[in-house]
């Protein structure tokens, strides 16, 4: 049917219904509507317009089952006090005055009917002319005439008490082309007392003119003053007809702007659901997102209690609940368990019935049809407690996948084809929306296999422009470079490249436009500075035929360009060392027949002296014999010190000491007097762990390295000298291999001429110097500093930069051991335990160990663990007082992330961290989230005592 095709407004068939059940109260207007095509739930929809063959078929019926053939006549008369007038009427009765309403008549038809067009003019202060032409096509009956002449006549009485008198000169049932109506009416009251007042004014005032003409005074003015009351009293109730008039007027105004409120906001509230239901289905990809999204819409703009969307299966084998609102917490968990079966398309379940017709339904009464439900479906009715409810399919390309449901349960708002219609809307929405999702998913799933290749693939995938700026990156890209995925996206892949190479990469464009393809090795740089070296293989992407970027892979190839270096530099120290080798085999061999031919030039030299007179001219000859030898069998002592010979590294020795010793020797007096200018600093640590080592030997490396330092400042300078304990479990610069543990470290640096990187190579070597010979040494001194530090197996760094100076940091492996000669200078009777438990974390059997025996000299009960794990399994059979924790653990759980797991055992836990690193982010995170104190290895035990006492005592 054409929406052309309807004609008249629902409200007109209202006013029959509402004429009936006051006139005919024992007919039932059921059948009457259904014998018409018509629904209680379409009449009441001010919004649904009917067809002249739905009118004339309720006519007719109407007729019959009434007998009275002016019923039409009859209805519009009754029109006048008719609610089914609604809006209509009170907007009308706002006007006081009957020939504004009937002028009015043209504005308002178009509400009730579209079959012709109605037009007014004044003849007179009570009379009007109304002309009602059909549009073409418009089949009009003469009861419709009859029920427009009942309308006009019962506009009269709200002002005159009396029905208008209506001429119809002219009708379309009588021949004419038009019906014409010739309407009159008495006056309103109010005007009518309103012209008497007017009338006995202007009598009042003649008859006053003549009274004091020809009366005397006193009895003129009498005369006047009852004339004055009597116009008075004749105003005075005109006023009151005219307030009661007014009052009408605007308690139907009132009326009529509240229901322009309601449907003005009922509209639009429409169009919002309309438009954010349009808006949802065309930007939300997501289905669970848009059912949610759209489920809230409902609930914002719909006129009903309740609301729910169910959606059919993969398989299309059931109907699922998905979302609703309205139902309460009590009903919730029923409705998220509701499913109905779809495998039965002759089902008298509404949702199914609706699914498989794809037709909507409105339900007025669902305990009418109660008995159609299986028992299963009856329990669930009553548990929701539905009464009645509109169910819309929800199809999208003649497929149903869903329903949409309404229902109210507190509100006594009627359903009406209006919200039938709506919803039907919002489902072909939604039906699309829902499509749009799962094509998009589809889409999805396979762009995520491609991408899950792309972004897993241990090789770097990346894509840049024709220009070099970075287009996309997979993770493992990311990961190396250090950079996140929208970071790079605004890059260059010149600013990933180190800078001396960047020149490189304009070669690098021109050849891959020219050949289609590159490959070969770049060295990049990673966002903390680091380089490292890919190998890649680049080519064209094209697009129609042009050129539109450039994709490529690459692999790290840094470890195996290091290995290679490696090996070269190995070889190198193999023949460095081997070169040391037999320079010390052959400087042991010199040096021990160089011992036996000095010791008569040393020792003989003194006996002559004691022989000699005082005033002997031989004294300064011997004298220089002798200063002589021992210079030499000082370069002897060196020699067998390089050859490592006879170095013994037994002895308990406290590092600081002998610094402290040196710098107050008459060696590094005579040195100091050689560089006035050269100032030394100390900053030696205040508690250090000792060392095995040999006195004189280190005493000799320390004398070298500051005699160095000084002639490395002829412009004068500072020298600092540093001391420190250390935890080492990783490789130092220029080792690979460390033996993990704790040590002992000297630093001494100079802000000196530095020294040239050819030269850093061979400053080892025996007699490779660039000093004076005679005056600064004998040319072994750092010969003698390296075999001293091979010794001891320690290590030994250097770093230069010409013209900033030299430090050089020396590691020696420290010992437990305490030097017996040296009593302890300080007292631990504050760090005692007072019976607490403490359980000690360390993957490092030698560490746990060593804090263990610190531990329980100060009475701890003391229990370890060698892992996270086993450290958590233990806090579960028993709460120790305090956790010593180990940072770094490998394998298995570090000390974050074992903290952790213990505060979730012990909220209130207790724990100290311990590392050989400098402070990092895990263990600043681990002190803010309860750990007491940080404590940087190796341990002593001073710190240990304070920082355990510290946190127990907290």
């Given at each position: 049917m054409k929406e052309e095709d309807r004609l008249y407004n629902s409200r007109l068939a209202r006013i029959y219904l509402e004429y009936l059940r006051f006139q005919f109260p024992d007919i039932q207007a059921d059948h009457l509507l259904a014998y018409a095509g018509m629904t209680k739930l379409e009449v009441e929809d001010p919004a649904h317009w009917f067809t002249q063959e739905q009118v004339d078929r309720f006519h007719d019926v109407l007729v019959k089952e009434t007998g009275n053939e002016a019923i039409s006549r009859d209805v519009g008369r009754y029109a006048a006090s008719s609610d089914g007038m609604g809006l209509v009427k009170r907007y009308a009765l706002g006007f006081i005055n009957p020939a504004n309403i009937y002028v009015l008549t043209g504005k308002l038809a178009p509400l009730l009917t579209r079959g012709a067009a109605i037009q007014t003019q004044r003849l007179g202060?009570?009379?009007?002319?109304?002309?009602?032409?059909?549009?073409?096509?418009?089949?009009?009956?003469?009861?419709?005439?009859?029920?427009?002449?009942?309308?006009?006549?019962?506009?009269?009485?709200?002002?005159?008490?009396?029905?208008?008198?209506?001429?119809?000169?002219?009708?379309?049932?009588?021949?004419?082309?038009?019906?014409?109506?010739?309407?009159?009416?008495?006056k309103a009251p109010s005007m009518l007392w309103k012209h008497i007042r007017n009338v006995s004014l202007m009598f009042d005032l003649v008859a006053a003119v003549i009274l004091f003409l020809y009366l005397p005074l006193l009895t003129s003015v009498a005369a006047v003053l009852g004339l004055g009351l009597k116009t008075a009293l004749i105003a005075i109730y005109g006023l009151h007809l005219e307030k009661a008039d007014l009052t009408r007027t605007v308690v139907a105004q009132g009326d009529a702007a509240q229901e322009h409120i309601h449907e003005v906001n009922t509209r639009y509230s429409n169009a919002l659901l309309v438009q954010e239901v349009g808006k949802a289905t065309a930007t939300i990809l997501n289905k669970d997102e848009l059912i949610t999204a759209v489920i809230a819409i409902m609930k914002n703009r719909l006129n009903f209690d309740r609301g729910a969307i169910l959606l059919a299966n993969a398989e299309g084998s059931r109907l699922d609940y998905i979302a609703g609102y309205g139902f309460g917490p009590e009903n919730e968990p029923t409705m998220r368990g509701i499913q109905f079966n779809l495998a039965q398309p002759d089902s008298k379940g509404v949702f199914v019935r609706s699914f498989w017709d794809q037709k909507p339904l409105i339900v007025e009464d669902i305990g009418a049809i109660k008995h159609q439900f299986s028992t299963r479906s009856q329990k669930l009715l009553e548990a929701i407690q539905v009464h009645s409810l509109i169910s819309v399919p929800i199809v999208y390309e003649n497929k149903p996948v869903g329903i949409i449901a309404v229902d109210n349960v507190k509100s006594q708002n009627a359903l009406s084809q209006s919200d039938l219609n709506l919803i039907m809307g919002m489902a072909s929405q939604l039906a699309v929306g829902i499509s749009n999702a799962d094509s998009f998913n589809k889409l999805q799933q396979s762009e995520e296999k491609y991408r899950d290749i792309f972004e897993n693939v241990s090789d770097y995938l990346y894509y840049h422009d024709l220009a070099g700026r970075i287009i996309q990156t997979n993770r493992s890209f990311q990961k190396v470079s250090g950079y996140r995925s929208d970071e790079l996206a605004h890059m260059h892949i010149k600013d990933l490249i180190t800078k001396r190479y960047r020149p490189d990469f304009d070669a690098y464009l021109k050849r891959i436009m020219r050949d289609g393809q590159s490959e070969g090795t770049m060295r990049l740089v990673k966002k903390d500075g680091t380089e490292f070296i890919i190998e890649y293989k680049n080519s064209l992407v094209y697009h129609n035929g042009q050129a539109t970027g450039i994709r490529g892979s690459a692999r790290d190839i840094t470890e195996r360009w290091l290995s290679m270096r490696e090996k070269k530099g190995l070889e190198r120290k193999l023949e460095q060392a081997q070169k040391m080798e037999a320079i010390g085999t052959l400087a042991g061999g010199v040096a021990h027949d160089l011992n036996n031919i000095l010791s008569g030039i040393v020792s003989y030299p003194d006996l002559l002296l004691m022989d000699l007179p005082e005033n002997s001219h031989l004294r300064d000859p011997i004298r220089t014999i002798r200063d002589s030898g021992q210079k030499a069998a000082a370069i002897v002592q060196d020699l067998l010190t390089m050859a490592r010979r006879g170095v013994t590294v037994t002895d308990v020795v406290d590092l600081n000491k002998i610094i402290s010793d040196y710098l107050t020797s008459p060696e590094h007096g005579k040195l100091k007097s050689f560089h006035p200018d050269v100032r030394v600093d100390c900053d030696l640590a205040t508690t250090m762990l000792n060392i095995m080592g040999s006195p004189v030997h280190l005493a000799k490396s320390i004398m070298n390295l500051v005699s160095n330092a000084a002639e490395a400042m002829p412009e004068g300078g500072t020298i600092t000298i540093r001391t420190s304990n250390a935890y080492i479990d990783t490789p130092l610069e220029g080792y690979d291999i460390v033996e993990e543990g704790d040590y002992v470290v000297f630093h001494i640096s100079d802000n000196g001429i530095g020294i040239p990187e050819k030269d850093l190579k061979r400053i080892f070597e025996p007699f490779y110097t660039k000093k004076i010979m005679g005056r600064s040494g004998t040319g072994l001194g750092m010969s003698v500093v390296w075999a001293t530090v091979k010794d001891h197996k320690g290590y030994i760094d250097v770093a230069s930069t010409i013209g900033s100076g030299t430090?050089?940091?020396?590691?020696?492996?420290?010992?437990?051991?305490?030097?017996?000669?040296v009593a302890d200078t300080w007292s631990f009777k504050d760090y005692m335990a007072k019976g607490e438990r403490i359980l000690v974390v360390d993957d490092v059997s030698e560490q746990r160990q060593i804090a263990s025996v610190m531990l329980r000299r100060l009475g701890y009960a003391v229990e370890s663990a060698a892992s996270g794990e086993e450290a958590v399994a233990m806090a579960k059979q028993y709460t120790p007082d305090l956790v010593v924790l180990d940072m770094i653990m490998d394998?298995?759980?570090?000390?974050?992330?074992?903290?952790?797991?213990?505060l979730d055992i012990n909220a209130g836990q207790k724990a100290i961290i311990a590392s050989g690193f400098s402070e990092s982010e895990k263990v600043r995170t681990a002190l803010r989230i309860g750990a007491g104190a940080y404590l940087k290895k190796p341990y002593l035990l001073d710190k240990i005592g304070m920082a355990v006492r510290a946190e127990l005592d907290r």
């Amino acid at each position: 049917m054409k929406e052309e095709d309807r004609l008249y407004n629902s409200r007109l068939a209202r006013i029959y219904l509402e004429y009936l059940r006051f006139q005919f109260p024992d007919i039932q207007a059921d059948h009457l509507l259904a014998y018409a095509g018509m629904t209680k739930l379409e009449v009441e929809d001010p919004a649904h317009w009917f067809t002249q063959e739905q009118v004339d078929r309720f006519h007719d019926v109407l007729v019959k089952e009434t007998g009275n053939e002016a019923i039409s006549r009859d209805v519009g008369r009754y029109a006048a006090s008719s609610d089914g007038m609604g809006l209509v009427k009170r907007y009308a009765l706002g006007f006081i005055n009957p020939a504004n309403i009937y002028v009015l008549t043209g504005k308002l038809a178009p509400l009730l009917t579209r079959g012709a067009a109605i037009q007014t003019q004044r003849l007179g202060g009570t009379k009007v002319e109304i002309i009602a032409t059909p549009y073409p096509g418009v089949n009009e009956k003469d009861y419709q005439c009859e029920n427009r002449l009942g309308s006009f006549e019962s506009i009269g009485l709200h002002f005159s008490k009396q029905y208008a008198k209506v001429e119809h000169p002219e009708c379309c049932h009588r021949g004419d082309t038009r019906c014409r109506y010739i309407i009159s009416w008495d006056k309103a009251p109010s005007m009518l007392w309103k012209h008497i007042r007017n009338v006995s004014l202007m009598f009042d005032l003649v008859a006053a003119v003549i009274l004091f003409l020809y009366l005397p005074l006193l009895t003129s003015v009498a005369a006047v003053l009852g004339l004055g009351l009597k116009t008075a009293l004749i105003a005075i109730y005109g006023l009151h007809l005219e307030k009661a008039d007014l009052t009408r007027t605007v308690v139907a105004q009132g009326d009529a702007a509240q229901e322009h409120i309601h449907e003005v906001n009922t509209r639009y509230s429409n169009a919002l659901l309309v438009q954010e239901v349009g808006k949802a289905t065309a930007t939300i990809l997501n289905k669970d997102e848009l059912i949610t999204a759209v489920i809230a819409i409902m609930k914002n703009r719909l006129n009903f209690d309740r609301g729910a969307i169910l959606l059919a299966n993969a398989e299309g084998s059931r109907l699922d609940y998905i979302a609703g609102y309205g139902f309460g917490p009590e009903n919730e968990p029923t409705m998220r368990g509701i499913q109905f079966n779809l495998a039965q398309p002759d089902s008298k379940g509404v949702f199914v019935r609706s699914f498989w017709d794809q037709k909507p339904l409105i339900v007025e009464d669902i305990g009418a049809i109660k008995h159609q439900f299986s028992t299963r479906s009856q329990k669930l009715l009553e548990a929701i407690q539905v009464h009645s409810l509109i169910s819309v399919p929800i199809v999208y390309e003649n497929k149903p996948v869903g329903i949409i449901a309404v229902d109210n349960v507190k509100s006594q708002n009627a359903l009406s084809q209006s919200d039938l219609n709506l919803i039907m809307g919002m489902a072909s929405q939604l039906a699309v929306g829902i499509s749009n999702a799962d094509s998009f998913n589809k889409l999805q799933q396979s762009e995520e296999k491609y991408r899950d290749i792309f972004e897993n693939v241990s090789d770097y995938l990346y894509y840049h422009d024709l220009a070099g700026r970075i287009i996309q990156t997979n993770r493992s890209f990311q990961k190396v470079s250090g950079y996140r995925s929208d970071e790079l996206a605004h890059m260059h892949i010149k600013d990933l490249i180190t800078k001396r190479y960047r020149p490189d990469f304009d070669a690098y464009l021109k050849r891959i436009m020219r050949d289609g393809q590159s490959e070969g090795t770049m060295r990049l740089v990673k966002k903390d500075g680091t380089e490292f070296i890919i190998e890649y293989k680049n080519s064209l992407v094209y697009h129609n035929g042009q050129a539109t970027g450039i994709r490529g892979s690459a692999r790290d190839i840094t470890e195996r360009w290091l290995s290679m270096r490696e090996k070269k530099g190995l070889e190198r120290k193999l023949e460095q060392a081997q070169k040391m080798e037999a320079i010390g085999t052959l400087a042991g061999g010199v040096a021990h027949d160089l011992n036996n031919i000095l010791s008569g030039i040393v020792s003989y030299p003194d006996l002559l002296l004691m022989d000699l007179p005082e005033n002997s001219h031989l004294r300064d000859p011997i004298r220089t014999i002798r200063d002589s030898g021992q210079k030499a069998a000082a370069i002897v002592q060196d020699l067998l010190t390089m050859a490592r010979r006879g170095v013994t590294v037994t002895d308990v020795v406290d590092l600081n000491k002998i610094i402290s010793d040196y710098l107050t020797s008459p060696e590094h007096g005579k040195l100091k007097s050689f560089h006035p200018d050269v100032r030394v600093d100390c900053d030696l640590a205040t508690t250090m762990l000792n060392i095995m080592g040999s006195p004189v030997h280190l005493a000799k490396s320390i004398m070298n390295l500051v005699s160095n330092a000084a002639e490395a400042m002829p412009e004068g300078g500072t020298i600092t000298i540093r001391t420190s304990n250390a935890y080492i479990d990783t490789p130092l610069e220029g080792y690979d291999i460390v033996e993990e543990g704790d040590y002992v470290v000297f630093h001494i640096s100079d802000n000196g001429i530095g020294i040239p990187e050819k030269d850093l190579k061979r400053i080892f070597e025996p007699f490779y110097t660039k000093k004076i010979m005679g005056r600064s040494g004998t040319g072994l001194g750092m010969s003698v500093v390296w075999a001293t530090v091979k010794d001891h197996k320690g290590y030994i760094d250097v770093a230069s930069t010409i013209g900033s100076g030299t430090t050089f940091t020396l590691y020696f492996p420290a010992t437990r051991e305490i030097d017996t000669q040296v009593a302890d200078t300080w007292s631990f009777k504050d760090y005692m335990a007072k019976g607490e438990r403490i359980l000690v974390v360390d993957d490092v059997s030698e560490q746990r160990q060593i804090a263990s025996v610190m531990l329980r000299r100060l009475g701890y009960a003391v229990e370890s663990a060698a892992s996270g794990e086993e450290a958590v399994a233990m806090a579960k059979q028993y709460t120790p007082d305090l956790v010593v924790l180990d940072m770094i653990m490998d394998p298995g759980m570090d000390g974050l992330e074992t903290y952790r797991q213990l505060l979730d055992i012990n909220a209130g836990q207790k724990a100290i961290i311990a590392s050989g690193f400098s402070e990092s982010e895990k263990v600043r995170t681990a002190l803010r989230i309860g750990a007491g104190a940080y404590l940087k290895k190796p341990y002593l035990l001073d710190k240990i005592g304070m920082a355990v006492r510290a946190e127990l005592d907290r």
